[in-house]
């Protein structure tokens, strides 16, 4: 398996590589050695993360500033997978979440939630795994979540999104373990980074207990993509949470969405 070979030369491609959970995978990759291709929107923050882990590692770090809600960002990044010097895992991270319930919400949010959380991510799994099956070699992280397993946050189609996301790469890691190339979904719970900030969304009445960090979120996703897992779900309290939605019946669940509205006083996003 990839992860498991001491070369030096492997190259690893993330997604919203600038902040929260990509930048924690771009930080941990480097330290164990791989070489990075870091893409984002912001070309001026890609270029001091790209500096600063490269100081730090002295691994190279490509950037590729795109957004990757548009067919342009897509595009660019496709390239990157099909051409240059392969990629051994990419990991597609970067997501976004709306604060607006449905009935608010316009077609163009919606829509660009759904380029982003989904559409990216089929067009980048794709682009990457043909090379990867090819050397059968490689690995993909798509970054869900937990909220894809149930729906419990009224009004949201952010939930909807992962849950695809979850399932998309559940079903294409297994066609593509003969060519010896694994896809895993890594599905955290609330992490602290810039995510609810950047949605508007107010997190302040959610318990400390709750939050993980997003390095303990990519040392138990490496760990399991080297077991084989397909689905990742990092932390006992998360793994508790995501069995009682799967199992719990709907009723209870449906109360739980109605509590979640009554104490946030919102829909969330
Ligand atoms: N934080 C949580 O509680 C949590 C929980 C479960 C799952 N997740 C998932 O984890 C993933 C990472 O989230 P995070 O919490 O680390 O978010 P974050 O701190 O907000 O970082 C988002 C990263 O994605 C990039 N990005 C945003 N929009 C983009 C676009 N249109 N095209 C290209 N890059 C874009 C951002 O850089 P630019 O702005 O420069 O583009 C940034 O590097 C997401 O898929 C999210 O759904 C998060």
New binding site residues.
């Given amino acids: 398996m990839t992860l498991d070979q001491p070369t030096t030369e492997r190259r690893a491609l993330i997604?919203?590589?600038?902040?929260?959970?990509?930048?924690?995978f771009a930080r941990r990759l480097a330290a164990d050695g791989w070489h990075l291709v870091l893409?984002?929107?912001?070309a001026g923050?890609?270029a001091e993360t790209a500096a600063e882990l490269t100081d730090r590692h002295g691994r190279e770090a490509e950037t590729l500033?795109?957004?990757?809600?548009?067919d342009d960002?897509c595009a660019t990044v496709e390239r990157r997978l099909t051409e240059g010097t392969p990629v051994e895992l990419l990991v597609?991270?970067?997501?976004?979440?709306l604060n607006t319930p449905f009935l608010r919400s316009s077609a163009e949010e919606e829509a660009?939630l759904l380029?982003?959380?989904v559409h990216?991510v089929m067009r980048l799994t794709l682009a990457g795994l043909r090379p990867m099956a090819e050397r059968r070699r490689g690995a993909v992280i798509n970054?869900?979540?937990?909220?894809g397993f149930g729906a419990v946050m009224p009004g949201s189609t952010?939930s909807a999104?992962?849950a695809w996301?979850t399932n998309f790469s559940e079903s294409v890691g297994q066609s593509v373990r003969p060519y010896g190339v694994r896809v895993m979904a890594?599905?955290?719970?609330?992490?602290?980074?810039?995510?609810?900030?950047?949605a508007g969304i107010n997190m302040s009445k959610t318990p400390e207990w709750m939050?993980?960090r997003?390095e303990d979120v990519v040392d138990e996703a490496l760990r399991d993509l080297r077991k084989g897992k397909l689905v990742s779900v990092p932390a006992w309290r998360y793994k508790l949470a995501v069995a009682g939605l799967r199992h719990a019946p709907r009723r209870l669940l449906e109360a739980v969405a109605r509590d979640t509205r009554g104490r946030t006083g919102r829909d969330v996003g």
């Fill in positions: 997604t919203g590589a600038t902040a929260g959970i990509g930048a924690a893409v984002a929107r912001d923050r890609l500033a795109a957004d990757l809600s548009t960002g597609n991270n970067a997501g976004i979440s660009r380029r982003l959380n990216a970054v869900s979540s937990v909220a952010y999104s992962k996301v890594l599905c955290p719970g609330y992490t602290r980074t810039e995510f609810h900030a950047r939050w993980l997003a």
